[in-house]
């Protein structure tokens, strides 16, 4: 039998690793202007578009999707095509991939900062870039398996499986934590809502991380440390246990982000569980890359890529032990909401995910312009100043969130908070800030350079487009049995079947299930619970375009030191008619879910017009523009409708009358700023946001009948 | 909290996916031999170094 003759293609490798770059070095640049703005609030340029609330999201799209996304691709499509000795199955779909995900991250770029947002983190983008999203997954899902099927080796390489597992997870996650119903081209509503929605939001968000930030990139790990080490992996035995482990268990580790909330105690017990579990995988493979390296850590002194590798393993190591101690309740209830989860999440980004794609980008640029590196002396500084970066990132994060999470539960010998003011906490924690973004600072500056370094060994080379390469084709299975044929045949397509009917069974469960489960579980269980006003539900979205949720949780822990400084614990029933969830996850300032008459209207204007007015050496930033734009008022009959159909109880033809209501509401409001000398027109967006202020969390004490 | 069980439904099914492909690898032979794959892909096999297009 004769070898087949063929071509890698090498240049769709390169696009993805230049759009890696690229948008590696934009959305860590964007990721220090949102660091400084956490203790400089006027480097938002006194400017919406820029403000910390609408760049945040922006900030974690771009690494996660552009940055991770790219460099994931990149890494498939060089090793899927060697690994399966096959070039990818379409160069037209490749193509298609690669422009129609550029094409995503622009519209993110545009639509973040112009406070188009769904609030569900990582997955802010609105309804019509979701479709996008779904389609180009679906693109990148046929050239993968085409190329899987018509491979010239029969063993699909441990590599090839974390990628499966990547393409098909994501697709479920991303569907689900979709599901939302359009009110117009820019603005949809999640058809669950409160507990359920968060439910969802973090099933998704935990899975995101375990499929698109570590399961790739384990699958990459598998074939690019045994190449730039050049001995085959510790055990192949353990690369398998490990993968069918890990994505057997990660599933239902995502209510360990909502520990103390309203969830019910069993599912938050079963995501503990499942997330302590989650050691054994994890660290299954970190060891088998380590020990790769054993008898040959005299290479890791001289070769910059196993640097980054050995580095970037142990961060995995420690970002997967940490991830389920957090989880562990007594732990959770102090880091939860402070710094010590971002210190947690940027040493698994920096160290695994950014340290994987820097070896990876160092070894396979010379390879494919078939050259040598241009300088070893700046890709070493790279190493030093990008481990350096990620210490003084991580070491006064954490210290920061120690000392807030244990500042916010200090109480006096007399039983009273010791720090009742949250922002003498948030104070006691800038210096930290500064120091994170040094950090940050010198992290990407080790990116720049390694840009540089790259961009001229490209120049010293010549791109091999398509690199020659040859292989046996595959040998027919049973050529002798003439009934098995089609039986074997089938068996070498079950995935596509599979994942076929996966699709029709979701589409089938969302349309028989969704009514029902939405509409039913949407009864309040709290009498006094009523919906928003038409004046609240604008003044709602206004907090969900400026990204409040960012910095501002809305759940209450049932903790005395909460109860304490906030009020009530929060209950399920108060959060029925929350399209979507605002719990958020993060506590720069302090919780709102008990923010309604806790001040006056005159104090809420005052703070938003300038936060210093009202609290001096406040961090947040001045929301003036509130004052002078008029609120939309042509949306609400059609977000009334959509309310309806979720089914908010707001009475039939209520979308007709609503305005009239939202104007009585807020020229109360506007007359009641009057008397302190505030002359506010009624119609401006800033009157809605305080009536929505002020409603948060009121329901519960309007009613006898608080009884979940 | 009737989400949750979409969610688990989701999660199962998902589960029941992963099972199955990985019935499958086992029955196909993917898993005979745990030692040569690790192996045979450090093996590059250049044909022809002036073969490649441009």
């Known amino acids: 039998m004769q070898p087949d003759k063929f071509y890698y293609d090498n240049k769709i490798v390169r696009n993805f690793g230049i759009a890696t770059v690229i948008w590696g070095i934009i959305g860590m640049l964007v990721g220090l202007i949102v660091a400084i703005q956490l203790y400089k609030p006027e480097m938002n340029m006194h400017n919406q578009y820029t403000t910390f609330g609408r760049v945040r999201p922006l900030h974690t799209n771009a690494v996660i999707f552009a940055f991770v996304g790219n460099a994931i691709f990149m890494g498939i499509y060089y090793s899927l095509q060697r690994l399966m000795k096959a070039r990818m199955f379409s160069d037209v779909l490749s193509k298609i991939h690669f422009w129609g995900w550029q094409l995503i991250i622009v519209s993110a770029v545009i639509t973040l900062p112009l406070g188009l947002t769904t609030s569900h983190e990582y997955a802010e983008l609105e309804w019509p870039i979701d479709i996008l999203i779904t389609i180009v997954w679906v693109v990148f899902g046929i050239n993968m398996f085409g190329t899987i099927i018509k491979r010239r080796e029969r063993h699909i390489y441990v590599a090839v499986w974390f990628y499966i597992a990547t393409f098909v997870t994501i697709a479920v996650l991303h569907i689900v934590n979709s599901v939302e119903i359009p009110v117009s081209f820019f603005k949809s509503y999640m058809v669950f809502a409160g507990v359920q929605d968060a439910l969802v939001q973090w099933w998704y968000g935990h899975n995101a991380v375990a499929f698109f930030l570590t399961t790739p990139y384990l699958g990459m790990m598998y074939y690019f440390l045994p190449k730039m080490a050049n001995r085959p992996i510790y055990s192949y035995k353990l690369s398998i246990l490990h993968f069918w482990a890990l994505i057997f268990i990660y599933i239902w580790a995502g209510p360990h982000h909502l520990l103390y909330t309203t969830l019910p105690g069993w599912a938050q017990s079963l995501g503990v569980v499942f997330s302590v579990m989650l050691i054994a995988p994890s660290w299954g493979g970190m060891i088998n890359g380590l020990l790769t390296l054993r008898g040959a850590w005299d290479k890791v002194r001289d070769d910059v890529t196993l640097k980054f590798m050995v580095v970037g393993l142990t961060a995995y190591g420690m970002a997967t032990f940490e991830g389920p101690m957090l989880s562990l309740k007594q732990v959770n209830a102090i880091g939860h909401f402070t710094d010590w989860i971002i210190a947690h999440v940027h040493v698994g980004a920096l160290g695994w995910n950014g340290f994987l794609t820097f070896a990876i980008l160092y070894w396979l640029v010379p390879r494919i312009y078939k050259t040598e590196l241009y300088s070893k002396k700046m890709a070493s500084f790279h190493f030093w100043i990008g481990t350096l970066g990620i210490l003084f990132y991580a070491i006064p994060m954490y210290w920061a969130g120690f000392t807030q999470g244990l500042m916010l539960k200090e109480f006096t010998p007399e039983g009273i908070l010791k720090y009742p003011s949250f922002l003498e906490t948030t104070m006691r924690i800038l210096p930290m800030h500064v120091m994170r973004s040094v950090g940050g600072a010198l992290y990407l500056t080790g990116v720049i350079v390694m840009a540089y370094n790259l961009y001229k060994t490209a120049v010293q080379g010549k791109l091999v487009a398509n690199e020659a390469a040859e292989a046996m084709p595959l040998p027919k299975l049973n050529p002798e049995a003439g009934t098995e044929r089609w039986h074997r045949r089938l068996e070498r397509k079950p995935i596509w079947f599979l994942i076929a009917s996966l699709i029709v069974i979701l589409i089938g469960t969302f349309v028989e299930l969704m009514p029902t489960l939405t509409i039913s579980s949407n009864i309040p269980t709290i009498a006094s619970v009523k919906p928003y006003t038409p004046l609240e539900l604008q003044g709602r979205d206004i907090y969900i375009r400026e990204g409040c949720v960012n910095c501002h949780s809305q759940t209450v822990r049932p903790f005395r030191s909460e109860t304490e400084r906030y009020g009530e614990y929060s209950k399920a029933g108060e959060f029925v008619y929350d399209h979507p969830f605002l719990w958020g996850s993060k506590r720069t300032g302090p919780d709102l879910q008990r923010e309604g008459g806790k001040y006056g209207n005159s104090w809420h204007y005052n703070h938003l017009m300038d936060p210093r007015l009202m609290s001096p050496g406040s961090i947040m930033p001045n929301y003036d523009w509130l004052i002078t734009q008029k609120l939309d008022t042509t949306s609400t009959a059609a977000k009334i409708r959509a309310m309806q159909k979720l089914g908010v109880p707001y009475p039939a033809g209520y979308d007709k009358i609503a305005n009239q209501d939202l104007d009585k509401q807020a020229k109360g409001i506007s007359a009641d700023l009057a008397k302190d000398h505030i002359k506010v027109k009624s119609n401006k967006e800033i009157v809605a946001i305080i009536a929505y202020l002020q409603r948060l969390g009121t329901d519960i004490k309007a009613g006898k009948t608080a009884n979940n | ?54």
């Open chain 2, 1 to 54: 909290m009737s989400i949750i069980y979409f969610l688990i439904g989701c999660s199962v099914l998902l589960a029941l996916v992963f099972l199955g492909a990985f019935f499958w690898a086992q029955r196909n032979g993917q898993h005979d031999d745990l030692y040569t794959p690790s192996v045979r892909i450090l093996l590059d096999d250049d044909p022809d170094e002036n073969d490649s297009k441009k």
